[in-house]
């Protein structure tokens, strides 16, 4: 992260991200591949969240159910991108955590990810309008 964060110094616009945890994976996912000590997918989400930010990221990925605790623990100018939303009563497919585009706005969410949910509506407009009549 120190040499993605160094390499965009010359790019005033640019804001690096990090990747906290795939937000499709839970706590015994974590313990799967090895993460010992975590006692859940959030302990393990915040914990890398401030490495990122003690490197100089200006904010992380993470579910919408853990925007609430990384607003908490980042501040109000972090960026917390939050994929694997859904419209209510939707699926969010592959993502573990699913949360609303409203949800995780109001959580703290700094942008959502809206990918699935429209792309693969059978009407992606009218799906689009169901998100940003979400937002309102």
């Known amino acids: 992260m120190d040499e993605a964060v160094a390499a965009a110094r010359d790019f005033s616009r640019l804001r690096e991200l990090a990747l906290a945890v795939v937000t499709s994976m839970t706590r015994s996912d974590l313990a799967d591949i090895g993460v010992i000590g975590s006692a859940s997918?959030?302990?393990?989400?915040?914990?890398?969240?401030?490495?990122?930010?003690?490197?100089?990221?200006?904010?992380?990925?993470?579910?919408?159910?853990?925007?609430?605790?990384?607003?908490?623990?980042?501040?109000?100018?972090?960026?917390?991108?939050?994929?694997?939303?859904?419209?209510?009563?939707?699926?969010?497919?592959?993502?573990?955590?699913?949360?609303?585009?409203?949800?995780?706005?109001a959580a703290g969410a700094s942008h959502v990810v809206v990918g699935r949910t429209v792309t693969r509506a059978a009407d992606p407009a009218a799906a689009f309008r169901l998100v940003h009549a979400d937002l309102l």
């Open 41 to 105: 997918t959030e302990e393990q989400v915040l914990r890398l969240a401030r490495l990122a930010e003690g490197a100089g990221c200006h904010g992380v990925i993470a579910s919408p159910q853990e925007a609430g605790a990384l607003r908490g623990a980042l501040g109000a100018s972090a960026l917390i991108v939050t994929p694997g939303v859904a419209l209510p009563g939707e699926s969010a497919g592959e993502h573990a955590p699913p949360g609303t585009p409203r949800a995780a706005v």
